[in-house]
């Protein structure tokens, strides 16, 4: 009888009632009935989905081995610190892997020792190679930074490359990838008074990627946002307390869907902006972290409560730093300590934005 009333209800009303349940149960409710695999596969419905749970999905780690494997951590809840991890194996791909770019809606962008990128979805093992760039310049000659994002105008995801010859600055060329096209595109290159650091990817906060850069001719610290959308740049306000000579080490990041920098000082001491507001100078809000004794500085990467962040500390450890108390607690994963020198973060996504209405595609295509 509970079959029956269950089938006789409109399909918009368990569309509804599916797009309130967690990510992991969206696969298993694929298996119930071709019916019910069509509308969980149709891009609308993982469309609002996805912009339903995007600020509620836990971050998961994801991080390169010593042995060039990918692994995925997921924390334990029983402990609220403790992790457990699991081998990524990807069917026809070598664990040479030397670089995490960044993540987007459940992909993530990866590199491997041949320089060849792939988007990778760590839940589906699917993937996708992106192509090689006709115009890029040789890698013994340049050096590039990158980032992944999503355009939601056109339902695309995009990768963007910055690119300058390693002897010249006069200009920094930026180049987009297209999923949905399948095809590269150059567009006009950054002016020279504009120099981005390369040696970070784009931070993606407001559908825009984002990179730290130095501006002539005083070369004060500049923020540049590009915004996926448009496909132009614009500046995004720093602090107006920021002492652009006091700084050690810098980096952006995005912690609960805000835009973040974390720098060290002269004077020995960790903190971390946060804007609030996105473009609001205003917004600018500044956290101390208690210091301990770095050699490399940290780099936060997740929040898994009100107080607790999981950091890098030294490129190779994890440590869950609670900001209330001001403590520290080492991580432990499958009882190791260190070697997280490459990590990031990701969302759990077991399907994909739609990339070609027309054919339908809802998960990410194997080569």
């Known amino acids: 009888m509970a079959i029956s009333k269950a089938e006789t209800l409109p399909q918009e009303i368990i569309i509804d009632i599916l797009s309130l349940l967690p990510t992991k149960f969206i696969g298993q409710f694929r298996c119930v009935s071709k019916q019910w695999c069509n509308f969980l596969s149709d891009p609308k419905f993982i469309n609002a989905h996805l912009n339903l ?34 081998n990524l194996h990807f069917q026809g ?19 491997n020792d041949e320089n060849i990128k792939f988007l990778i979805n760590p839940i589906t093992l699917k993937y996708h190679k992106i192509p090689t760039f006709d115009l890029a310049i040789p890698t013994s000659d340049s050096c590039s930074v990158y980032g992944l994002g999503y355009d939601f105008a056109t339902d695309d995801f995009k990768v963007v490359t910055l690119s300058r010859y390693r002897r010249r600055i006069d200009s920094t060329f930026v180049d987009v990838y297209s999923l949905r096209m399948g095809v590269w595109r150059r567009l006009e290159s950054l002016p020279h008074h ?16 984002h990179w730290l850069a130095r ?10 946002a590009f915004d996926l959308s448009d496909e132009k740049f614009l500046e995004v306000p720093t602090p107006t307390t920021l002492d652009n000579d006091n700084l050690l080490f ?64 030294d490129r190779d450890k994890l440590t869950v730093y609670n900001m209330k108390e001001d403590q520290w607690r080492y991580m432990k994963v499958d009882g190791i300590t260190s070697m997280f020198e490459r990590t990031g973060t990701f969302t759990e996504v077991f399907f994909l934005l739609c990339l070609a209405r027309e054919l339908r595609v809802t998960i990410l295509l194997e080569p």
């Open 215 to 224: 501006k002539a001719p005083e070369f004060s610290y500049a923020i540049l």
């Open 93 to 111: 791909l070598s664990n040479n892997w030397v670089r995490l770019v960044g993540s987007c809606n459940g992909l993530v962008l990866v590199v």
């Open 194 to 209: 504009r120099v981005v650091r390369m040696h970070a990817s784009g931070v993606l906060v407001n559908g825009a990627l």
């Open 250 to 313: 810098n980096k952006f990041l995005a912690l609960r869907g805000c835009l973040c920098m974390l720098y060290d000082t002269l004077e020995n001491k960790i903190y971390i902006w946060m804007m609030r507001e996105y473009r609001v100078e205003e917004s600018w809000t500044k956290f101390r972290v208690g210091r301990m004794d770095l050699e490399h500085g940290l780099v936060p990467f997740c929040t898994i409560s009100d107080d607790d962040i999981v950091v890098n500390v």
């Open 53 to 86: 749970h995007s600020h509620k999905q836990e971050k998961k780690l994801i991080f390169i081995s010593d042995s060039q494997a990918l692994h995925i951590l997921t924390f334990n809840p029983q402990s609220g610190a403790d992790s457990i991890s699991r």
